[in-house]
């Protein structure tokens, strides 16, 4: 997901890079890849932390 193997992704909605002591919880999904829900600092709210987008990309 991300160059930092402590970092889940960023928030969606206010791109705030999410470390992994804020995961809540991780789960199996149907196709065998693993997703996570953890809590944005910033907006106090459940997410889905997204990749990281390179830049150029």
Wanted: hydrophobic residues 25%.
């Amino acid at each position: 997901m991300t160059n930092n193997p402590l970092s889940l992704g960023h928030c969606p909605t206010c791109n705030r890079e999410i470390s992994q002591a804020w995961k809540l919880i991780e789960y199996e999904r149907a196709d065998g890849d693993i997703g996570v829900f953890a809590e944005c600092p910033t907006c106090d709210e459940v997410i889905k932390p997204q990749e990281n987008k390179n830049k150029g990309d």
